[in-house]
């Protein structure tokens, strides 16, 4: 089986028991031929039943599924681990928290094979479960909410900066080498700027789809928001030019308001441009949330939550800051400890 395997599945998990099962369902349902796949499951050290259930699917197509371990529990390190054990032709990022379309594999493999892209992705439908996890989904589908980000809100096909996950040409890893093991975050998006700075290309088509599962509370979005925000101080340090401008608009609106108050008490004009900067937030903050909410309940989450993303974005981005004091960074010895 192995001489004739062309795509293989690498998909990093960790405690994903509850979207495992919907996530490999989704895999079963695909139109590309199972004799020319594998599927390498690469689990972080999973304290739920995330393993079990994976042995379970095992069990039942033993020559298709492979599970990997992962002592180091993040996602490069499942990736290049994953990478290293598979033989196919092309190398599928999946992640457990979407569930793909019948010829999500099928569509990938077709423009890596008919375009000059190296990697090639489509575009998500975020969805959550309960009314704020939906209202959560619609913030992070907004182009008020997260940016630019074509594979998010646009959908149209061309060549991008960065794709979700991704489907790449094996040789671009012997080329431009494995994942960045010190991210914890952002490891897609270095992968992609390598490859650009290279002269690969990134391709998205809008006909490839897929279903990702966002938090579904405020306290979880706004964790992740900070997360993301502080990791992309951190990525861009380490890996300067990987990060695009739209990552720190949070953190210049947080600092405007943290520095327009301070300026204020020098004098009155700072504090009457805050109102200003604050009254054009609010404005855009009501037309997008009437934009995307579905009735007024939604419209009044809707409000919130753009604030609260943003904001804990924001101040990810200066702990971020703050981080990059710290003697690994100043020494330029930085090996990631899970900060």
């Not at 492979?66 to 196919?88: D, R």
């Not at 995307?292 to 981005?317: D, M, R, T, W």
Request: hydrophobic residues 40%; aromatic residues 12%; glycine residues 8%.
């Amino acid at each position: 089986m192995t001489d004739v395997i062309i795509a293989s599945v690498v998909m990093p998990v960790y405690n994903e028991e509850k979207y495992i099962e919907k996530c490999i369902n989704s895999l079963l349902q695909q139109d590309y031929p199972k004799k020319q796949m594998e599927w390498i499951f690469v689990d972080g050290c999973s304290k739920d039943k995330t393993v079990a259930l994976l042995k379970r699917y095992q069990d039942k197509y033993p020559e298709l599924i492979k599970i990997l371990n992962n002592p180091h529990e993040i996602v490069p390190n499942a990736m290049n681990i994953g990478i290293e054990a598979s033989c196919g032709k092309y190398i599928v990022r999946l992640d457990a928290h979407a569930d793909y379309a019948p010829d999500y594999i099928s569509k990938c493999i077709y423009y890596l094979e008919n375009t000059d892209a190296e990697n090639v992705g489509g575009v998500a439908e975020t969805k959550a479960n309960g009314f704020m996890g939906n209202a959560i989904a619609k913030m992070l589908s907004s182009k008020f909410g997260v940016g630019n980000s074509h594979f998010r809100t646009s959908g149209e096909s061309g060549y991008v900066d960065t794709v979700p996950f991704g489907a790449f040409k094996r040789e671009v890893f012997s080329k431009y080498g494995g994942y960045d093991e010190r991210l914890i975050r952002n490891q897609d998006n270095e992968m992609n700027y390598r490859i650009r700075k290279n002269g690969g290309k990134i391709y998205l088509s809008n006909d490839i789809h897929f279903t990702y599962y966002c938090r579904d509370s405020i306290k979880g979005i706004a964790i992740m928001a900070k997360k993301n925000g502080m990791w992309n101080i951190i990525t861009m340090k380490l890996c300067p030019g990987s990060m695009g401008l739209r990552h720190f608009i949070p953190l210049l609106f947080v600092a405007s308001i943290f520095g327009l108050t301070l300026l204020g008490i020098m004098h009155p004009i700072f504090w009457m441009l805050l109102g200003i900067e604050l009254v054009l937030y609010l404005l855009l903050d009501v037309l997008f949330s009437a934009k995307q909410a579905a009735n007024v309940k939604e419209f009044f989450a809707l409000i919130c939550l753009f604030p609260i993303f943003h904001v804990a974005y924001g101040f990810g981005s200066i702990i971020g800051i703050a981080k990059l004091f710290l003697k690994e960074f100043k020494t330029g010895n930085y090996v990631n400890r899970k900060l």
